[in-house]
C-alpha cells in the first residue's frame, strides 16, 4: 500500500476529510518552498500537492498560472526540484505527490523520471495533461516503485473519464472548479460533476475548487468526497507575503484551521476496520 493510500484509509478509520494543500515549486524560490514545505508539515495536513512549473500549464486558474511563470523565471528547474525534495527526505514530510506535465516527464524519459521522483522523496504522481488510455506504462512504473500515478483527472469537467483512470491507483483526484467562484460553488453544493464522479467510484477522492469561502464549502462535501484540496488561496498568500518567513507564517495559520475545518467533517468512504 502507498502512504498515500495509507493516509486516506487512516483519515476513514478516524471518520475525517483530509487536506492536500497545493504549492508551486520555485516560487519564490527553492529555498522557499522547502521552508514552506515544512510549515505545512507543521500544520499537520495531510498530503501536499507540488506542481512543477510549465509554460503552458491546463487545468490551472490565473493564480497558479501566475506562480507558474513567476518561478521559471526566477530560473528553477526541474533538477532544483528534484534536489529540494532530496534534501527533505529527513524532515518527515506528509506524503507529497508531483504535479507534472507529460512534456517534463517525456524529456527525462519516463522510467528515469519515475525512478528520480521516488528517490528524492516524492509518493506520487499527477499527470494532467496525460490521457487516461495512454497512461498504462507510467503507472506501472510507479506501482513497482510503491508510488501512486494518477492521469487524466484534473479537469474541471471531472466527468466519468476521471473516475474511470483513478481506478488504476487506488485514488480518485477529482480537481475541478478553481477558476471562478460559480464552479466552486457548485463543487461545494454537490451539484458539480464532481459529486457524479466521485460516486461512480469506490475508492477515496480529492475534490478542489475550494477557494476563498472554504469555512463555508468544506462542510458541504459531507458524503461526496474524502478529500479537499486547496491551491489558489495558498498560493495567493505565499506570493502576497512580504517575506519567506511571512509566507510560511501565513500558511501554516491557514492550513492549521482548514485541517481543523475537515477534521469535523465525515468523508464519502467510512472504514468499519
Not at 462535501?221 to 489558489?232: E, K, M, P, R, Y
Request: glycine share 8%; proline share 5%; aromatic share 4%.
Amino acid at each position: 500500500m502507498s502512504r498515500i493510500a495509507e493516509v486516506f484509509q487512516s483519515a476513514s478509520r478516524a471518520q475525517r476529510m483530509t487536506f492536500m494543500p497545493f504549492v508551486t515549486a520555485g516560487d519564490p524560490s527553492t529555498e522557499g518552498t522547502a521552508a514552506v514545505l515544512k510549515a505545512l508539515r507543521d500544520a499537520d495536513v495531510d498530503l501536499i500537492e507540488l506542481g512543477f512549473p510549465y509554460s503552458d500549464p491546463i487545468a490551472d486558474g490565473p493564480v497558479i498560472q501566475a506562480s507558474y511563470t513567476r518561478a521559471l523565471d526566477s530560473g528553477v528547474t526541474v533538477s532544483a526540484i528534484l534536489d529540494m525534495m532530496t534534501s527533505l527526505k529527513n524532515d518527515n514530510l506528509p506524503p507529497v505527490l508531483a504535479m507534472v506535465s507529460f512534456a517534463i516527464i517525456f524529456r527525462f524519459g519516463s522510467e528515469r523520471f519515475v525512478k528520480l521522483a521516488a528517490e528524492s522523496g516524492f509518493s506520487g504522481l499527477i499527470i494532467p495533461d496525460l490521457p487516461a488510455d495512454e497512461a498504462e506504462d507510467i503507472q506501472a512504473l510507479a506501482r513497482k516503485r510503491a508510488r501512486s500515478c494518477s492521469a487524466g483527472g484534473s479537469d474541471d469537467r471531472a466527468g466519468p473519464s476521471s473516475a474511470d483512470s483513478e481506478r488504476l491507483h487506488g485514488i480518485c483526484l477529482l480537481c475541478v472548479g478553481g477558476r471562478d467562484d460559480r464552479s466552486s460553488q457548485r463543487t461545494a453544493a454537490g451539484t458539480d460533476p464532481a459529486a457524479a464522479a466521485a460516486a461512480a467510484v469506490d475508492v477515496p477522492s480529492a475534490c478542489g475548487g475550494i477557494r476563498d469561502q472554504w469555512t463555508d464549502q468544506v462542510p458541504a462535501l459531507q458524503g461526496v468526497a474524502d478529500g479537499v484540496i486547496v491551491g489558489s488561496a495558498i498560493v495567493r498568500q505565499i506570493s502576497e507575503a512580504p517575506t519567506v518567513q511571512a509566507a510560511c507564517d501565513r500558511v501554516r495559520e491557514f492550513s492549521q484551521a482548514m485541517r481543523t475545518a475537515v477534521g469535523s467533517v465525515k468523508p464519502s468512504l467510512v472504514s468499519t476496520t
